[in-house]
């Protein structure tokens, strides 16, 4: 059986040209999630599309954008059809998970996706390491400035309590301490 999915992201939107393409595709029954974005991870339509998909159905879309938010979310939900024996047929790509050169689409896909993760966390350790070795300091910003610090020392030394210098700082008491003991 051949099962379509259609989503529009704005209500203002229709979806009208996909219903057309999923129609003459041929399927028999299309679920539509109109003003849903797709970057919402449960979409009520597909929830219940992916629900009544079973073993040897095919899940039709236009495009594989309407389906999916990210390639890695795509990836995943073809392996979760692909375990229910479910293909997945997506019209203007012309990949279809049924043959075997749709499912070598995928396969690249998967690889580029990969490969473009691994790109990102090796320019964002690179990029870290740099910015290290121009001194910069990484992380969240210090909780107690040099003035503040140099404010406590001074109050701390003329006898007030940490706890009351802390609270006049605006900062925990525990914060006050590790920054005392990490300036000595």
Known sequence: MLIGYARVSTVEQN?????????AAGAEKVYTDQGVSGSRASRPELDKCLDQLRSG???????????????????DLVELLSQRG?????LTESIDTS?????LVLSVFGALAEFE??????????????ARARGARIGRPAAV????????????????????????????????????????
């Open 99 to 103: 043959s075997a050169s749709g499912r």
């Open 15 to 23: 979806a009208d040209l996909q219903h057309r393409a999923l129609n």
């Open 57 to 75: 159905d095919t899940l039709v879309v236009w495009r594989l954008d309407r389906l999916a938010r990210s390639l890695r979310n795509l990836l």
């Open 117 to 130: 993760r691994e790109l990102i966390r090796e320019r964002t350790a690179a990029g870290l390491e740099a």
């Open 145 to 184: 400035t040099r003035d503040q610090l140099a404010q406590a020392r001074t109050l701390v030394a003329g006898g007030h309590r940490v706890g009351d210098v802390a609270k006049t700082l605006g900062v925990g008491r525990s914060t006050l301490y590790r920054a005392l003991r990490d300036a000595a």
């Open 86 to 90: 479910v293909h997945l047929r997506s």
